[in-house]
């Protein structure tokens, strides 16, 4: 399975992105999508996470600004950020929660998306 993040970019303060994360490969099912960010010198944190089943939940710094939706026909997941502010400055990474499907058995597994570079000016 892999993951392509796309949509990063520079944007002012108080502007929007939309970050898209589409997966694909073979004998999968997706479960969870999610949205983690880095910043420099900081840890990964996650930010956003949508099940199969399309419940949503989001860290505090960026609820009512950013909302993260998905498209199962097309095992893609969004992340529309709203109101961007400098803090929101950090290298994006969707990651999914899969299961594995294959003769000898079913496995569920973590993949991660290249990361996508989000700067916001102040």
């Known amino acids: 399975v892999q993951l392509q993040a796309s949509g990063g970019g520079l944007v002012p303060a108080g502007g929007s992105l939309r970050l898209s994360c589409a997966a694909s490969g073979s004998s999968f099912s997706i479960r969870a999508m999610g949205w983690y960010r880095q910043a420099p010198g900081k840890q990964r944190d996650l930010v956003a996470v949508i099940t199969s089943g399309g419940s949503t939940n989001y860290a505090d710094s960026v609820k009512g600004r950013f909302t993260i939706s998905r498209d199962n026909a097309k095992n893609t997941v969004y992340l529309q950020m709203n109101s961007l502010k400098p803090e929101d400055t950090a290298v994006y990474y969707c990651?999914?929660?899969?299961?594995?499907?294959?003769?000898?058995?079913?496995?569920?597994?973590?993949?991660w998306g290249q990361g996508t570079l989000v700067t916001v000016s102040s």
């Open positions: 990651a999914a929660n899969v299961t594995i499907t294959q003769p000898i058995g079913t496995i569920l597994t973590d993949y």
